[in-house]
Nanobody, 119 residues
Framework: QVQLVESGVGLVQTGGSLRLSCAASGRTFSTYAMGWFRQAPGKERELIAAVSRSTSNTYYADSVKGRFTISRDNAKNTVYLQMNSLKPEDTANYYC????????????WGQGTQVTVSS
């Protein structure tokens, strides 16, 4: 498994922007598809954005499409989530995750970082 560490400022006002980063250990980061999940209190964890190994394919949940952008820098072993036009309903714990073994299955997780959007 790979170790993942998220970082990013956690408190922002409605309409603001925030960028989360997720740094991965190891030398094989470029072989992993990566995703960002979030979990709000009382709700299930949901996949909100994903990027393929080569960055040629991305996925966004409808709730964030047009506002969030996932990207990766394989030279820096880092995946990013740029979040714009933030809303109070974006408040959640955000996790990055990697598919290190099985395509379509996320098996390595970061510790999560709290994002709070104030109204």
């Amino acid at each position: 498994q790979v170790q993942l560490v998220e970082s990013g400022v956690g408190l922002v006002q409605t309409g603001g922007s925030l960028r989360l980063s997720c740094a991965a250990s190891g030398r094989t980061f470029s072989t992993y598809a990566m995703g960002w999940f979030r979990q709000a209190p009382g709700k299930e964890r949901e996949l909100i954005a994903a990027v393929s190994r080569s960055t040629s394919n991305t996925y966004y949940a409808d709730s964030v499409k047009g506002r969030f952008t996932i990207s990766r820098d394989n030279a820096k072993n880092t995946v990013y989530l740029q979040m714009n036009s933030l809303k109070p309903e974006d408040t959640a714990n955000y996790y990055c995750a990697a598919q290190t073994r099985t395509v379509g299955s996320y098996d390595s997780w970061g510790q999560g970082t709290q994002v709070t959007v104030s109204s």
